[in-house]
């Protein structure tokens, strides 16, 4: 963990928040420490996930792997960063350059800023362009991953898949980050596989990988965004084998 979340002011911003002036959060970390640790943990061929919810833990995690690569030599290390709810410009393009992973939860990002959550108030609306900047980040070439992050949010895929789905900007001009069905899918399968380096064992359907798949009880293609959420498992399998089916 590089720092906590916006809603307690424990986030590290690289700015003050918008509603605490002269408040810029707490980091869990120095750069120097982190740095150090990185360094040491990418020396071992260990792969490093870190909490950073603010732009400014989110910059410290990103300068520590850059500072690991530096000390080490490049190699397919696969360091994420997790949540990223906010993003300074500067560091956008970093997670490509540095084949950092994305690691990403659609379910984090509030609906509108009226819909009674206070992460909108801390941030500010000059943060909003690049908060959850999922597509954003897709563009640049970063490689993102989905999941739920729970129990801070339900387990359950398809509420996840909603939030991605129909997304739309808080303010008109911002950057739209709605995500296609596609990009969700592989956002929670294949992308995820990546990011643990399991791709060649799960994340497809494809002949030699993990016969662990699901069933729905409708066409994910056929059916409207606005009613995903409302998709139900029919069959689940688990290494070939059929372990659940819904009562008829």
């Excluded at 980091?27 to 071992?44: G, K, P, S, V």
């Excluded at 260990?46 to 500072?67: K, N, S």
């Excluded at 190699?75 to 993003?87: G, K, M, N």
Aim: charged fraction near 20%.
């Amino acid at each position: 963990f590089m720092d906590g979340v916006l809603e307690s002011y424990t986030a590290l911003m690289v700015d003050e928040y918008a509603d605490a002036p002269g408040n810029r959060g707490v980091a869990l970390y120095t750069a120097e420490h982190f740095n150090a640790i990185a360094a040491e943990a990418d020396r071992l061929g260990l792969q490093i996930f870190v909490h950073a919810c603010g732009e400014g833990a989110v910059r410290r995690t990103l300068d520590g792997y850059a500072h690991a690569r530096q000390r080490n030599g490049v190699r397919d290390s696969r360091h994420r960063v997790e949540h990223i709810e906010t993003l300074h410009p500067a560091d956008l393009h970093r997670f490509a350059e540095l084949g950092v992973i994305a690691s990403m939860q659609p379910l984090h990002a509030p609906p509108t800023i009226h819909s009674g959550e206070v992460w909108p108030l801390r941030a500010g609306e000059a943060r909003w362009p690049l908060s959850f900047a999922w597509q954003t980040l897709r563009e640049t070439g970063a490689h993102l991953a989905f999941g739920s992050d729970w129990p801070v949010v339900t387990l359950d895929p398809m509420q996840g898949f909603y939030a991605a789905l129909n997304r739309e900007p808080w303010v008109d001009g911002h950057p739209q980050q709605r995500q296609t069905l596609e990009q969700t899918i592989a956002g929670y399968t294949r992308d995820a596989a990546y990011a643990e380096f399991m791709e060649h064992e799960k994340g497809m359907i494809r002949t030699g990988m993990l016969a662990d798949l699901v069933l729905f009880d409708r066409d994910l293609f056929a059916t409207p965004a606005a009613e995903i959420a409302a998709v139900r498992l029919s069959v689940t399998v688990c290494d070939g084998q059929v372990v659940w089916q819904k009562a008829p």
